[in-house]
């Protein structure tokens, strides 16, 4: 075990070396030559962007959140491979404005109905195409049928003049049970809030009034994107037709949901960008003087985070990964991580000597935050990356894009920003002014003020020669004599900033006092366990109407057509029983499909009549024509084979019962002893769904029928499939890819923090894993505890997955910074220069966020409600967690931190080797020559202290 832990320890010690001296040479050779760098990385870049003409864009909400290889899709296959393409449709709601009598079934109101209806036959188009040549369904006279109250007319207005002259003649003719094609009437699909009384027949009342009555027109699915032409101009159409004074028209289809997401405004996202840049262009200045603005490199800088938004999108478009509605977050999440790279690396590199070389400048500037924006990089990319292993084509896409992207954001900061920054910084050395580089300030630059050096940086200084022993006069023991270093990094020597005030002067002296620290930790203690609870008020469920933007006419037409009990996508929602190849001639099966119908029927919590199925009808038919009558058995069922498809086929080419004939897949018989020709591969019968509102709703349905499927006695089982299951397979496993996704991104932020850190830095990584699980804990239970109900749905799953890619930024920029600095320094002398080095430059990333979020708050719509209350929790606790949390435990964690890993060595070598480190402890008690360092005895008895402590 020793032997891992030493070997560890090398490996990680030279890993770290070469990041940390892979970034000087970097920084060295961007400084010689920045035009250079900003050139070669710029045309790659630029390459990469080519990739954006291959971009594909989807928008189908079916492909986006359904989950990749489920029952539901093979399904669905199996239908579409049997029966042809599903059908799609658009539908038109006629709804009474008469607050008096509230009934659309009268003269007058029908008179808009035909005119609305001729309207759509006649007008509406997708690509050139009409309703007459897309339709799904037609008559024995091979006219499209349109399902609806006007199909008590044949849909025809010629043929309603002649038969309805007065109010009884209209009342009587929507009052029949059946269609003049026989299709069975459901009331509840075509009327709302409709009442009935027994007037002739007692078994189906008449209809006396309805509020409401809509028309469906059944489309082919094929070709896809002429019926989506033709459902958004119907969309468009009954939106600019005048409602009259008496009735309200509105229009939903297939496509509407996707039209209305894809049409989201984007101006709310522009203006939050705006308000990055303006706040950037007023924070990332070292000062107001003319010379000291950077404006032009707080420009440059946006401009790079835009460059790699595009290099990113390139690079998966040309890989021919496709974009997301969902994608328009992808550049926030850049933004994010970007605004803080900027932030770091100008403070860093603002933390140099100014009057120092800008190649030294820059490389130990490089060296000091490069390991932690190159660490928070790669961890936020993994776990991008471990998020499209899910099962939800857009999240996959999502998380493709939003990683490469990331990475593309750090090469181009550490290479192109950071040429930048040394151009600039020419210009500030020659004292011109920025923007107008043609103007030489005349007055010296008087914004720099030394500092002594201290021996916290003094073991910066390089020696240039081996320390020497020698005998003092007296004969005493030897003394070290330490060389005054012949060159030295520069040491900062500017002025503190407001904010590097604020951290040192203010905010670390309470840190320094366990009571503050102690606070903290409670404080966030109790948040934590009080965002534990929240998280079980959380529940899935995902509403339609919310994601559509309030003025969209497609959100009213929802809204009206629920409270009237006419949305179909949810109450009455078709749904197909389909059955394999069977013996289909014998009793046995036929009796089954009689009973699956019936205990199909019988739970109307889930499933709602009629049941449109062939085989009752052909039953029926059957035992009704007198010539099969006698080749009925004893149990009325035609049992013979030859005769049974003989018959059926008849019956199917029959006008009364044609519609069947598209249920029924007839083929020839393979088997040479069959006595008849044809057998049936496979068939289906159809019903509908009666409450699919909702996740739940449509999980428990989806589950019921399937427990019903598979109680058949038939050979081969039979299934059911309805629209939704391929969304409610989704609902079903959403809540396991999140807790799945969360597991992997904590083993993922471990891993490599285990690859990054020093393994005396193992507790760190541990606490960093329990901060990032703390943060998307604490984000979640505070969503579900901002007065708002928090659900688990397709938009949420989106941001969850970018809440966890996005809250490892801030904690490990900290963690990183700390754990680069020499282990054998006092835990607080680290913290201060850990806080004071990267806190301000986080928090002015935070701070910049927050602010750009606002305009997200009074976006008006859902995606951008949601957007705004994640981003809000995400920065606020990331900083919370980064700035609070994190330093408050530093120091009582530091006993372990600085526990040496280095297995079998003794305590004076230990305390003699960091890997730079210029002090040598005398074997007989000597002391340390020099005033650059501590002496190791004061190390050892500091060390001791902070245990003591720590026990006590």
């Known amino acids: 075990m020793a032997y891992l832990f030493s070997t560890w320890?090398?490996?990680?010690?030279k890993f770290e070396d070469k990041i940390v001296d892979g970034h000087d040479k970097v920084a060295r050779s961007i400084a010689k030559r920045p035009f250079v760098w900003i050139a070669c990385v710029s045309v790659l870049a630029a390459i990469c962007c080519i990739g954006l003409v291959e971009i594909n864009r989807v928008t189908d909400t079916e492909k986006m959140w359904a989950p990749s290889d489920t029952v539901a899709q093979r399904n669905l296959e199996e239908i579409e491979n049997s029966f042809g393409p599903l059908t799609?449709?658009?539908?038109?709601?006629?709804?009474?404005?008469?607050?008096?009598?509230?009934?659309?079934?009268?003269?007058?109101?029908?008179?808009?109905?035909?005119?609305?209806?001729?309207?759509?036959?006649?007008?509406?188009?997708?690509?050139?195409?009409?309703?007459?040549?897309?339709?799904?369904?037609?008559?024995?006279?091979?006219?499209?049928?349109?399902?609806?109250?006007?199909?008590?007319?044949?849909?025809?207005?010629t043929y309603y003049n002649q038969v309805v002259k007065n109010q009884n003649q209209l009342i009587a003719s929507i009052s029949s049970p059946v269609f003049p094609d026989g299709t069975a009437v459901l009331r509840k699909q075509i009327f709302g809030r409709y009442t009935e009384a027994i007037l002739t027949n007692p078994l189906y009342p008449a209809l006396l009034s309805a509020e409401a009555t809509t028309q469906f027109y059944f489309l082919k699915k094929n070709p896809l994107e002429t019926t989506k032409a033709w459902e958004a101009d119907l969309d468009e159409t009954i939106e600019d037709s005048d409602s009259?004074?008496?009735?309200?028209?509105?229009?939903?289809?297939?496509?509407?949901?996707?039209?209305?997401?894809?049409?989201?405004?984007?101006?709310?996202?522009?203006?939050?960008?705006?308000?990055?840049?303006?706040?950037?262009?007023?924070?990332?200045?070292?000062?107001?003087?003319?010379?000291?603005?950077?404006?032009?490199?707080?420009?440059?800088?946006?401009?790079?985070?835009?460059?790699?938004?595009?290099?990113?999108?390139?690079?998966?478009?040309?890989?021919?990964?496709?974009?997301?509605?969902?994608?328009?977050i992808v550049p926030f999440v850049i933004v994010v991580a970007g605004v803080n790279d900027l932030y770091i690396i100008t403070s860093a590199f603002?933390?140099?000597?100014?009057?120092?070389?800008?190649?030294?400048?820059?490389?130990?500037?490089?060296?000091?935050?490069?390991?932690?924006?190159?660490?928070?990089?790669?961890?936020?990319?993994?776990?991008?990356?471990?998020?499209?292993?899910?099962?939800?084509?857009?999240?996959?896409?999502?998380?493709?894009?939003a990683a490469v992207s990331i990475l593309c954001n750090y090469v181009l900061m550490i290479t192109v920003f950071c040429a930048m920054v040394c151009i600039d910084a020419q210009r500030r050395d020659d004292?011109?002014?920025?923007?107008?580089?043609?103007?030489?300030?005349?007055?010296?630059?008087?914004?720099?003020?030394?500092?002594?050096?201290?021996?916290?940086?003094?073991?910066?200084?390089?020696?240039?020669?081996?320390?020497?022993?020698?005998?003092?006069?007296?004969?005493?023991?030897?003394?070290?004599?330490?060389?005054?270093?012949?060159?030295?990094?520069?040491?900062?020597?500017?002025?503190?900033?407001?904010?590097?005030?604020?951290?040192?002067?203010?905010?670390?002296?309470?840190?320094?006092?366990?009571?503050?620290?102690?606070?903290?930790?409670?404080?966030?203690?109790?948040?934590?366990?009080?965002?534990?609870?929240?998280?079980?008020?959380?529940?899935?469920?995902?509403?339609?109407?919310?994601?559509?933007k309030p003025s969209d006419p497609a959100r009213d037409a929802i809204i009206t057509a629920r409270d009237l009990q006419l949305y179909a996508p949810e109450q009455s929602t078709p749904v197909t029983i389909v059955f394999g190849q069977l013996p289909y001639h014998t009793q046995a099966v036929q009796e089954e499909i009689l009973r699956l119908q019936a205990a199909y029927l019988a739970n109307t919590d889930y499933n709602a009549a009629p049941m449109i199925s062939w085989v009752t009808a052909f039953t029926t038919y059957v035992r009704a024509n007198p010539l099969l009558a006698?080749?009925?058995?004893?149990?009325?069922?035609?049992?013979?084979?030859?005769?049974?498809?003989?018959?059926?086929?008849?019956?199917?080419?029959?006008?009364?019962?044609?519609?069947?004939?598209?249920?029924?897949?007839?083929?020839?018989?393979?088997?040479?002893?069959?006595?008849?020709?044809?057998?049936?591969?496979?068939?289906?019968?159809?019903s509908f769904h009666n409450n699919m509102r909702g996740p739940i709703n449509q999980v428990n349905t989806m589950r019921h029928g399937r427990e019903l499927m598979?109680?058949?006695?038939?050979?081969?089982?039979?299934?059911?499939?309805?629209?939704?299951?391929?969304?409610?397979e989704g609902y079903a496993i959403s809540v396991k890819q999140v807790i799945s996704y969360y597991v992997a991104v904590l083993v993922g932020v471990?891993?490599?923090?285990?690859?990054?850190?020093?393994?005396?830095?193992?507790?760190?990584?541990?606490?960093?894993?329990?901060?990032?699980?703390?943060?998307?804990?604490n984000v979640m239970g505070n969503m579900a505890r901002w007065g708002y109900e928090m659900q688990i749905n397709f938009v949420t799953v989106i941001f969850i997955t970018m809440s966890t890619g996005l809250i490892v930024d801030y904690v490990l920029h900290t963690l990183a910074h700390y754990t680069q600095l020499d282990m054998s320094r006092s835990s607080l002398d680290r913290l201060q220069e850990t806080i004071v080095a990267i806190g301000p430059s986080i928090l002015k990333g935070g701070i910049t966020m927050l602010i750009a979020i606002i305009p997200l708050a009074f976006g008006g719509e859902y995606i951008y409600s949601m957007f705004f209350r994640f981003a809000f929790c995400i920065i606020c606790y990331s900083l919370g967690h980064g700035l609070l949390l994190l330093p408050a435990v530093l120091p009582t964690l530091s006993y372990l931190l600085c526990e040496p890993c280095i297995v079998g060595e003794s305590v004076e070598d230990q305390l003699e080797v960091d890997g730079k480190g210029e002090v040598e402890l005398l074997k007989q008690g000597g002391a340390v020559a020099g005033q650059e360092d501590e002496d190791a005895a004061a190390r050892a008895s500091r060390k001791e202290n902070e245990v003591t402590a720590f026990q006590e």
């Open 350 to 401: 603002d933390a140099q000597d100014s009057q120092g070389d800008i190649e030294d400048r820059m490389a130990e500037a490089m060296r000091r935050c490069g390991k932690s924006i190159g660490f928070t990089a790669i961890t936020t990319a993994v776990a991008f990356f471990l998020g499209s292993m899910s099962r939800f084509f857009a999240i996959r896409q999502f998380c493709y894009y």
């Open 431 to 548: 004292q011109r002014w920025d923007l107008l580089c043609c103007i030489v300030s005349p007055q010296a630059q008087q914004s720099v003020l030394p500092i002594n050096d201290t021996d916290d940086n003094a073991e910066n200084a390089l020696p240039s020669a081996p320390n020497t022993v020698s005998d003092d006069a007296a004969g005493a023991s030897p003394v070290v004599t330490k060389p005054v270093a012949s060159t030295k990094r520069h040491t900062p020597t500017t002025e503190l900033t407001y904010m590097e005030y604020f951290f040192s002067e203010l905010y670390f002296p309470l840190l320094k006092l366990k009571l503050f620290r102690l606070l903290v930790v409670v404080g966030f203690a109790g948040l934590f366990i009080a965002n534990v609870f929240g998280i079980y008020q959380i529940e899935q469920g995902f509403d339609v109407a919310n994601v559509i």
């Open 244 to 328: 009259t004074d008496r009735v309200g028209v509105y229009s939903f289809a297939t496509s509407t949901v996707d039209n209305s997401l894809a049409a989201t405004d984007p101006a709310t996202m522009y203006i939050m960008y705006a308000v990055v840049v303006a706040v950037m262009l007023l924070t990332l200045h070292k000062s107001y003087r003319f010379t000291e603005l950077r404006i032009g490199l707080t420009i440059c800088g946006l401009l790079v985070i835009a460059f790699a938004n595009a290099a990113g999108h390139g690079i998966c478009a040309g890989l021919g990964l496709a974009t997301v509605t969902i994608n328009v």
């Open 9 to 13: 320890y090398d490996w990680s010690q």
């Open 750 to 777: 471990g891993g490599v923090a285990l690859l990054v850190l020093k393994p005396n830095s193992l507790m760190l990584v541990v606490w960093a894993v329990i901060l990032v699980a703390m943060t998307q804990v």
């Open 710 to 728: 598979a109680e058949s006695t038939l050979s081969i089982k039979p299934f059911l499939f309805a629209p939704p299951y391929t969304r409610a």
């Open 88 to 157: 799609r449709f658009g539908s038109v709601l006629f709804t009474s404005k008469d607050s008096l009598r509230k009934n659309i079934l009268n003269l007058a109101d029908f008179e808009t109905l035909w005119d609305v209806h001729e309207k759509v036959l006649n007008t509406v188009q997708g690509d050139g195409k009409y309703f007459s040549d897309i339709c799904a369904t037609r008559d024995s006279l091979n006219r499209c049928t349109v399902y609806g109250v006007l199909q008590f007319f044949n849909n025809n207005r």
């Open 630 to 686: 006698p080749q009925l058995n004893a149990d009325k069922y035609l049992v013979n084979e030859a005769i049974f498809y003989t018959a059926l086929q008849t019956f199917t080419n029959n006008n009364q019962f044609k519609r069947f004939k598209a249920d029924i897949v007839f083929a020839p018989a393979t088997d040479p002893n069959s006595v008849t020709p044809i057998i049936i591969t496979t068939s289906r019968v159809n």
